[in-house]
């Protein structure tokens, strides 16, 4: 015979179960730094004891003899201990999803201007009054202030270039470059006899054009109309490995090239690297913003790598931030960094002091961007899971361009 | 005294490392010298020798905790994954565990203790062992660090892979019945909508794989495993430039590596760089051992399977040429330098070995049961996997269960696992059900450089020529379909193969086409070929800016025209026929428009055009024929369900005109044949008010001196308001 002191004995195993749980389990490293709090394991935990434990207290005494206990008494702390522990793990894996989805920094609530797309964006082009959308699958000229997208059916397109003096949008694929009018909207475009095929391309300027391929940068001067228009080859740069990205910068013969391992300077007038410097992450994209000199390079899941490229011959990396989970786009202006981040959403960084970058912003209402770029009036930042293109004016509301604290409205 | 025990001891221990106990130092070179043989001959590849003297090492100095290690290494080796071969594993993790008692801080001893419990499939223990050891990580080389890092990481991702699809059923629904799917595809697609999903699932688990796999990565960056766990997980998130930029990381620090060309491939597939991500492909396979690269390579997997035991009944150069004629068939452009179908194909092999593959295993992700049918039908439209439940078959009780389907229509896969492994297996009657379902459907092809592959209306007709036959191939290239906006460049062909898919022309060209062309470009080209071929003939266009495609592939027997022997071409049907000259006495005297489209308006004439060759003439110099020319009506369109219903009972009980002769003709002509052997012939009919549809066109010519009847027949059929095809010469 089992005295009746032994029905209190699950209880109490439960709650030392509980006390281990909650002390030896801790929140992972990541989430622990800046958890938003842990209330919702504590919440769950009581409202599992209670869901379980108060129909078992206010129940009668089960007719048949099962066990030992059978008496509420004995069910209802049995009950309740189930309760909490079942809810206390449910809250604490949602409390783990939420400190995840929280990172340090305010929250930012952005206005949304979004247009959905037929096809999965993987570059964006912006023009003036717009953009183009490029992706395997298609191609789009969006108008914020028009009709509908206009969708063409060119696909494939790795990337594209605006000439807005010539009403023109160079894009370019390995099979070659091709024009389209942007005047017209024109999504059929045509593919320029004889140029060379590539996977990024960058206006140097109004007849200007870099088209990056595995060899290296190939400068080409555009020549004549839409309808003949022609390129020609002025001179090539070789970067050793196939480039990643380009940033050219504006008002001077100077192209930032970003190779897998690399970034340089690349003087395009006379087609010879000014300095370098080793990348130590693998790099997906660039920008430079050339008033401040920074410049940034987004490594995806191994962080943001922030530069100081002032002096072309001698570019210098100053930090690499981890503090945003995937860095899979960013674009630098004055003291700011607008962040791409995924599921982590768009995060905006201060750079007021570069060693130490502080986020200042995040907003989670864009879906999850895949792309933030500089736009003709602010960023265009897309959501390849959603299929969508948000445009963001800048500056942000309740963000000062130089990156003062962002105030909460 | 206290002041002189330090000295003393420093002393002693001084004296005991000059002068050895004699005995043990020379058991111990004994035993060093055997071990060093032992590791001599298990480089040289005889694992019996080598175990056999490394046995001796031990014999002779059993606290020798490296010999144990290699001893219990050589015996992993020998051990698979069979639960019936635990004999070999017994004796590896006894011989393990000796050299973790004898040095219990060797993170190598530890790790290779793990994978021998992984092999075991003791998950918890051996992930215990890997952590302890990464643990004691000041000891452990980048290599062994990167090792550790990633099998941790595995473990990782399997639980994260276990949540990242879980699904729940809502109230009242569920759990899904594996009898009623296979039937009933649907029932699984609705339950999958009505399922739904927690966000976040699995992420602190996704951090933590990410986070051991690139610190594998970072001590040894050339780590095969990691790097391409790592590459699956970028692929499945779409994050396609961080899967490039790891794809060619991992390359340039293991450029030997075949796995790191089929992720190359892969990502180049995804975006559209069809000719690249063939190169790559081609090399990494080159890369791969042989015994793996034929088994790759094989395609009976996609195959029915009595084509595919054929196939495997090949061997060397016959199954080689199997092969390239069985993607010379499967290619469904050959305008583009890539087959776009086997780089598809490739891709979902590369894909399956990412992502399911089980190297610990030897087993190679295309040859699980999930790779299996990623292979042959692509990625599934819809993935959820449920929890455990108590219920259900014995074998799915306590197992997470994976749906995949492929639309309402299906088909459905179901797969069983159990929780914290790796593999999955179909579940319940689902392996029977894809076994059937090949024999219906062995493989499904996209790619995403065919945004549309569209019909292109062609008639070919054969004529005899003086080395062979001549060809001509009619096409209508449907530029509507193919520039929707208007002008542009159209890239055409027309290719000519064999029965084995060598080619025996190729006529390539780019065409202008202007703005506010006719919707159809009517194009044709002459080829000579060899007679008594089976030929494939297969015209092609292409705009290079959107990839839309139009493509038709006709396949036809051999025709011969035996010299000296009667025989017929084929008839060629035409919107016109006109003489050129009177007396006409070849193809040439006649301004022919052809048909491609083999369609007609009613009452609008047929015109027919053939050739009859070497009839026998008479001592005249006469050859005498008669023509028997009959059109049948061999199907008629109608519009509307209800019309269809009726008009196939008509059809069935005979009251419709399905069937019946719309027109017969018979007459005798006499045709001098002196100093030539070719009577070009031309006919037009004209049928009374047709109704829309399919009509048979026969033409039997019976050669009255030589006693020889030829056939010819060619279907063409009836459309209201299809106007006629524009006018092209021949190319």
Known sequence: VIPPSSSVRPPRGCAVVLLLLAFLHPTAEVVAQDAPGSHRRWLLALAGGVVLGLPAALADPFPVQLGSCNEPGCVAPVAAAVGVTVGFLLGKERDEAAARRFVAGPRLQLPREGVALPFTPERVVPVEGGAVALGVSGMAHLAWEGPDPTVGSARGMAAGAAFPERGLLLTVRPDGVFAFSLLFRDVRGRLLAGSPGGTGIAALGPDQVAVLGGGGIRILELDGGLAELGLREVGTASSGEPPVAAAPVAGSHLLWVLTRTRLAAVDTEQFRELGGVEIPILPLGMDVDAASGLGVVAGGSQGLLILDLTRPAEPVVLHRYTGVREVKGAVVEGRLVYVAAGDQGFVVLDLSDPLAPEVVGVSRNLGDPSSVQRGVDGLLVTDRAARRLHRLLLPLPGLAPSGDRWEDP | ?731
């Open chain 2, 1 to 731: 005294m206290r002041y002189l025990l330090p000295p003393l001891l420093g002393a002693l221990l001084w004296i005991w490392g000059i002068h050895p106990p004699p005995a043990a130092g020379a058991q111990s070179q004994e035993a060093r010298a055997a071990f060093r043989e032992g590791e001599r001959l298990a480089q040289a590849g005889d694992t019996t020798l080598a175990l056999a003297s490394i046995r001796r090492a031990v014999e002779l100095d059993p606290a020798f905790a490296e010999a144990h290690f290699r001893m219990g290494v050589l015996h992993a080796g020998l051990s698979s994954g069979e639960p019936r071969e635990f004999r070999e594993r017994l004796s590896a993790r006894g011989a393990l565990e000796r050299a973790i008692r004898l040095d219990p801080e060797n993170p190598l001893y530890l790790l290779e203790f793990g994978k021998l419990l992984l092999r075991q499939q003791i998950r918890v223990d051996a992930q215990r062992v890997f952590q302890r050891a990464l643990d004691l990580g000041e000891r452990a080389d980048a290599s062994t660090q990167a090792e550790l890092h990633f099998q941790l990481g595995v473990f990782r991702e399997t639980q994260w892979l276990r949540f990242r699809e879980r699904h729940r059923f809502p109230q009242g629904l569920g759990p899904l019945s594996e009898a009623r799917a296979v039937r009933d595809p649907m029932y699984v697609w609705d339950v999958l909508e009505r399922s739904y999903t927690f966000d976040g699932q699995g992420e602190a688990d996704r951090e933590s794989m990410l986070a051991h796999f690139r610190a594998a990565l970072a001590a040894n960056p050339a780590h095969a495993g990691a790097a391409t766990h790592l590459l699956a997980y970028h692929y499945e998130v779409g994050a396609l430039d961080e899967f490039m930029a790891e794809a060619q990381r991992f390359l340039a620090a293991a450029p030997g590596e075949w796995r790191g060309y089929l992720a190359l491939g892969l990502g180049l597939h995804v975006l559209g760089r069809q000719e690249e991500a063939a190169g790559s492909f081609r090399y990494g396979v080159e890369l791969m051992p042989p015994e793996i690269r034929d088994d790759f390579e094989s395609v009976a997997r996609i195959l029915p399977r009595d084509e595919a035991e054929l196939l495997e009944s090949l061997e060397g150069e016959a199954r080689a040429e199997a092969l390239r004629s069985f993607w010379v068939r499967m290619d469904p452009l050959l305008l583009t330098p890539a087959n776009e179908y086997q780089v598809e194909y490739v891709a979902r092999m590369a894909y399956a070995d990412l992502r399911f593959g089980l190297p610990e295993y030897g087993i190679p992700g295309w040859r699980t049961d999930r790779g299996d049918i990623w292979v042959r039908y692509g990625a599934p439209e819809r993935v959820a996997s449920f929890s455990p439940t108590s219920g259900g078959s014995w074998e799915a009780a306590h197992r997470i269960t994976t749906v995949w389907s492929y639309g309402r229509r299906g088909p459905v896969f179901f797969f069983n696992q159990n929780p914290g492994y790796r593999q999955a297996a179909f579940a319940g009657d689902f392996r029977s059900y894809a076994r059937e379902l090949r024999s219906v459907e062995s493989a499904r092809f996209d790619a995403p450089t065919l945004a549309s592959l569209i019909s292109v209306p062609v008639q070919v007709a054969r004529f005899r020529s003086d080395d062979g036959v001549r060809v001509e191939v009619h096409a209508a290239l449907p530029l509507d379909s193919l520039l929707p906006g208007g002008g542009g460049v159209l890239d055409t062909g027309v290719f000519v193969l064999d029965a084995r898919g060598r080619e025996l022309h190729r006529r390539v060209q780019q065409e202008v086409v202007v703005a506010g062309s006719p919707p159809v470009l009517v194009r044709s080209w002459v080829a000579e070929l060899p007679a008594d071929t089976p030929l494939v003939v297969s015209v092609e266009a292409r705009d290079p800016v959107s990839w839309v495609a139009a493509a038709s592939r006709e396949r036809m027997g051999g025709i011969a025209f035996p010299p000296g022997a009667p025989s017929v071409s084929d008839l060629l049907l035409a919107g016109e026929v006109e003489l050129r000259v009177p007396g006409p006495r070849r193809r040439e005297d006649f301004r022919i428009r052809p048909e491609p489209r083999l369609t007609f308006i009613p009452e609008a004439p047929v015109h027919l055009y053939f050739e009859l060759y070497d009839l026998l003439p008479d001592p005249d110099g006469f050859a005498s024929y008669e023509l028997e020319l009959s059109v049948i009506v061999e199907e008629i369109y109608r519009q509307g369900p209800l019309r269809r219903l009726l008009g196939e009972l008509a059809d069935r009980w005979g009251v419709s005109e399905v069937g019946e002769e719309a027109v017969r003709l018979r007459f005798r002509r006499e045709e001098r044949v002196v100093a030539r052997d070719v009577i070009p012939e031309y006919l037009s009919i004209v049928l009374d008010e047709p109704p829309p549809g399919r009509y048979g066109l026969s033409l039997v010519i019976r050669d009255r001196n030589a006693g020889v009847e030829l056939v010819t027949a060619r279907s063409f059929q009836i459309l209201e308001g299809e106007g006629p095809a524009p006018e092209s010469p021949p190319r």
